[in-house]
């Protein structure tokens, strides 16, 4: 079992083999997520009266969590894109309003955040490393949305959506994921997992 240094969240690279029980752990984040995100998709949709309409992207980060949420529990390569993989695979099928668009935007997101835990060695588990993260999949799903879903909006407001995306990453994402970790290891559910 790897040690983990509290006070840096830094600490020995855990075993790079995956245990059935985290592949469970991780399939579980995203199956949950997935079913959120059905209903986040509304409440998205709801705010679809701001204006500009890139206003509602306050609430995008919601989408975001199963990439950095899985791999601080896990810790283990490939466990950001499964989880948002599996979460976008999930709400997909439950009827997302992008239909199977939701799996491309999902892989990019994953792809995104996995590309930042790999560049610290999935060693360091810092609020700096989770919200680079964050802004990392944000940014993957804003360059993803303005090609498909923008691309007739000017340069200045896709800057304001990146802008309210990052916000959004950072509050829910990093903090969201760093708090649901936290009352899962108070709960008991995350024995054995590193600290």
């Known amino acids: 079992m790897a040690t983990v240094d509290r006070a840096q969240g830094t600490g020995v690279r855990p075993a790079q ?33 701001l204006q500009p309409p890139v206003l509602q992207d306050w ?18 390569p490939g466990a950001a894109l499964f989880a948002e993989m599996l979460a976008a695979s999930v709400s997909a099928l439950l009827g997302s309003q992008w239909g199977f668009d939701t799996l491309l935007s999902g892989f990019m997101q994953g792809v995104a955040a996995e590309a930042v835990f790999a560049a610290v060695r999935y060693r360091s588990w810092s609020f ?39 916000v959004s990453a950072v509050i829910f994402v990093a903090l969201g994921s760093r708090a649901l970790e936290r009352s899962l290891r108070r709960a008991g559910v995350l024995e054995g997992y590193p600290v």
């Open 128 to 166: 700096v490393v989770l919200a680079a993260a964050a802004l990392a999949s944000a940014a993957a799903a804003w360059l993803h949305d303005w090609f498909i879903y923008y691309a007739g909006f000017a340069v200045d407001v896709q800057i304001v959506r990146l802008v309210i995306m990052g």
């Open 17 to 49: 083999t995956w245990r059935t029980r985290d592949i469970v752990v991780t399939a579980l984040i995203g199956i949950v997520f997935g079913v959120v995100f059905v209903a986040w998709n509304q409440v998205y949709a709801y705010f679809g009266f």
């Open 59 to 76: 609430a995008y980060g919601v989408w975001l969590i199963p990439a950095v949420l899985a791999p601080l529990i896990i810790r283990k």
